[in-house]
């Protein structure tokens, strides 16, 4: 083919009129974040993870993330679409240019940092576990006296006992022998009067009669009555948290335990950095349902996604632990170097900052502590 001059065209410019499909797959390797900039509809992937995503009875999208980025969308003119997909998706889809952003309870971790960009964090929070509530066991209870620490301070209060015994036999031994004899047996009714003493039983078998004796028994009244008070305090304490806690009180107790927790998800990152091994789930109420029907023993997660779901007394006698561990941040993910993060972040900003987003966020998760 020639020009009207009887020229050849460039090389390229003759392969692409030759080649019309060539044209079509060029324009198929266009970035999608192109989408928002010509108008077109972009595409935004999300899961649910209520209460920042999640569908309500007619299945249309809701919850604090999608709210916000609805809100971010109106300010800066996007038009788009909503995609459900899964968690690794929300990263790949982004990273291949499948999807212009994905928006929920989506942590900012380093790995995901490699793939994708992220927006302005919009929601600070940590690791929740949750765990079965532990009914109350007789049995248990009585385990409790057998054990090596309540021995141990058993000991050392016959020990005291003992102590205080023999300066009220040394000191009536003389002058009171008929109540505190001379020999070993003496010894035995100091001890007796020490632990009546220390109960504040005072049966008045057994008194001091000497000024010695007497300042003995004065001391160890008021004595007495402080450790009777701090034992009954640390006994009491340590049947009825071990009780309500249950085998798991905290993160230190995850290694001995079976543990559940998001399949790639940052949770499972956290307890993988410190050794916990764990089983994946592809959602939260799977394992809720698995620690309810004793299948694990803890499930970790993000705290709000925990207690909003554990909340609702829908998933069993479950309940999670006070505070939360580690920290996560939520943000939007975008493609790397995408034209769109600078509005994004402006428009993010602007909502987070407004007295409307902590009510939404009040609302939802309760009063921020």
Same mark, same amino acid.
């Given at each position: 083919?020639?020009?009207?001059?009887?020229?050849?065209?460039? !090389?390229?410019?003759? +392969?692409?009129?030759?080649?019309?499909?060539?044209?079509?797959?060029?324009?198929?390797?266009?970035?999608?974040?192109?989408?928002?900039?010509?108008? *077109?509809? @972009?595409?935004?992937?999300?899961?649910?993870?209520?209460? =920042?995503?999640?569908?309500?009875?007619?299945?249309?999208?809701?919850?604090?993330?999608?709210?916000?980025?609805?809100?971010? *969308?109106?300010?800066?003119?996007?038009?788009?679409?909503?995609?459900?997909?899964?968690?690794?998706?929300?990263?790949?889809?982004?990273?291949?240019?499948?999807? $212009?952003?994905?928006?929920?309870?989506?942590?900012? +971790?380093?790995?995901?940092?490699?793939?994708?960009?992220?927006?302005?964090?919009?929601?600070?929070?940590?690791?929740?576990?949750?765990?079965?509530?532990?009914?109350?066991?007789?049995?248990?209870?009585?385990?409790?006296?057998?054990?090596?620490? =309540?021995?141990?301070?058993?000991?050392?209060?016959?020990?005291?006992?003992?102590?205080?015994?023999?300066?009220?036999?040394?000191?009536? #031994?003389? #002058?009171?022998?008929?109540? =505190?004899?001379?020999? *070993?047996?003496?010894?035995?009714?100091?001890?007796?009067?020490?632990?009546?003493? @220390?109960?504040?039983?005072?049966?008045?078998?057994?008194?001091?009669? +000497?000024?010695?004796?007497? &300042?003995?028994?004065?001391?160890?009244?008021? +004595?007495?009555?402080?450790?009777?008070?701090?034992?009954?305090?640390? &006994?009491?304490?340590?049947?009825? *948290?071990?009780?309500?806690?249950?085998?798991?009180?905290?993160?230190?107790?995850?290694?001995?335990?079976?543990?559940?927790?998001?399949?790639?998800?940052?949770? /499972?990152?956290?307890? !993988? #950095?410190? %050794? &916990?091994?764990?089983?994946?789930?592809?959602?939260?109420?799977?394992?809720?349902? !698995?620690?309810?029907?004793?299948?694990?023993?803890?499930?970790?997660?993000? $705290?709000?996604?925990? #207690?909003?779901?554990?909340?609702?007394?829908?998933? %069993?006698?479950?309940?999670?632990?006070?505070?939360?561990?580690?920290?996560?941040?939520?943000?939007?993910?975008?493609?790397?170097?995408?034209?769109?993060?600078?509005?994004?972040?402006? !428009?993010?900003?602007?909502?987070? /900052?407004?007295?409307?987003?902590?009510?939404?966020?009040?609302?939802?998760?309760?009063?921020?502590?």
């Amino acid at each position: 083919m020639t020009s009207p001059h009887g020229r050849k065209p460039p !090389a390229i410019l003759a +392969t692409l009129l030759a080649c019309p499909l060539l044209l079509f797959c060029l324009a198929l390797l266009v970035p999608a974040t192109a989408a928002a900039q010509d108008g *077109a509809e @972009m595409r935004i992937a999300t899961r649910e993870a209520p209460p =920042f995503a999640m569908k309500d009875d007619d299945g249309r999208w809701q919850g604090l993330a999608i709210e916000l980025w609805r809100a971010v *969308a109106e300010e800066n003119g996007y038009d788009y679409t909503l995609v459900e997909t899964d968690l690794p998706d929300m990263i790949g889809g982004v990273a291949s240019g499948e999807y $212009d952003a994905s928006v929920g309870a989506l942590t900012i +971790t380093q790995a995901r940092e490699e793939d994708v960009d992220f927006s302005h964090p919009f929601y600070a929070t940590g690791f929740g576990i949750a765990v079965r509530k532990e009914p109350a066991s007789y049995f248990s209870l009585i385990g409790k006296f057998f054990s090596w620490d =309540f021995m141990k301070t058993l000991a050392v209060l016959v020990a005291m006992l003992t102590v205080v015994g023999v300066l009220f036999w040394l000191a009536e #031994r003389k #002058r009171n022998s008929d109540e =505190f004899a001379s020999d *070993a047996k003496g010894i035995g009714s100091g001890f007796w009067f020490a632990a009546v003493t @220390m109960t504040t039983v005072g049966y008045g078998d057994k008194a001091p009669r +000497t000024p010695a004796g007497k &300042i003995v028994a004065l001391i160890w009244m008021f +004595t007495a009555l402080l450790i009777i008070s701090t034992i009954t305090g640390m &006994i009491a304490s340590s049947l009825t *948290a071990d009780r309500l806690e249950g085998a798991v009180t905290g993160p230190g107790d995850l290694n001995g335990v079976r543990v559940g927790t998001i399949s790639d998800s940052a949770g /499972e990152e956290w307890l !993988a #950095r410190d %050794g &916990i091994r764990s089983t994946g789930f592809s959602k939260v109420s799977d394992g809720l349902a !698995a620690l309810g029907a004793g299948e694990i023993d803890a499930f970790v997660h993000d $705290d709000p996604l925990l #207690r909003y779901s554990v909340g609702r007394g829908e998933l %069993g006698d479950l309940r999670v632990l006070p505070g939360s561990f580690g920290r996560q941040d939520y943000g939007i993910a975008l493609p790397e170097d995408s034209p769109l993060r600078e509005d994004v972040n402006i !428009a993010l900003l602007r909502h987070i /900052e407004s007295d409307d987003w902590l009510a939404h966020i009040t609302r939802q998760l309760g009063p921020t502590e």
